[in-house]
Nanobody, 123 residues
Framework: QLQAYGGGLVQAGGSLRLSCAASGRTFYDYDVGWLRQAPGKEREFVAV????????YYADSVKGRFTISKDNAKNTAYLQMNSLKLEDTAVYFC??????????????????WGQGTQVTVSS
């Protein structure tokens, strides 16, 4: 089970830090991803951190503004979001995957989705 939390209402240009707590599975065995879904849109990839080596990958739309990290000992992952834009408004989910590198940006490759957390960016 995964639980994402830390969302809220923030002004454009502001920051938020999301957290994802896992139970029952460990981040040692899975890549941990953040994905989001805006109203009326399909779920999309945001960022992932690999289980081996901790390498990170980002969607072009958030690169340079968002940072994904994890603490294996706490079985918790984070998404630091800076310079937030109106278009970042969405429900954010954390999820797990063990897919190959070519699949990490595909939402259908993720399992164990937790309940999302709403992020709303206002002007």
């Amino acid at each position: 089970q995964l639980q994402a939390y830390g969302g809220g209402l923030v002004q454009a240009g502001g920051s938020l830090r999301l957290s994802c707590a896992a139970s029952g599975r460990t981040f040692y065995d899975y890549d941990v991803g953040w994905l989001r879904q805006a109203p009326g849109k399909e779920r999309e990839f945001v960022a992932v951190i690999r289980r081996s080596g901790g390498r990170t990958y980002y969607a072009d739309s958030v690169k340079g503004r968002f940072t994904i990290s994890k603490d294996n000992a706490k079985n918790t992952a984070y998404l630091q979001m800076n310079s937030l834009k109106l278009e970042d408004t969405a429900v954010y989910f954390c999820a797990l995957t063990r897919t190959v590198l070519s699949g990490i940006r595909r939402p259908d490759q993720y399992t164990s989705w937790g309940q999302g957390t709403q992020v709303t960016v206002s002007s």
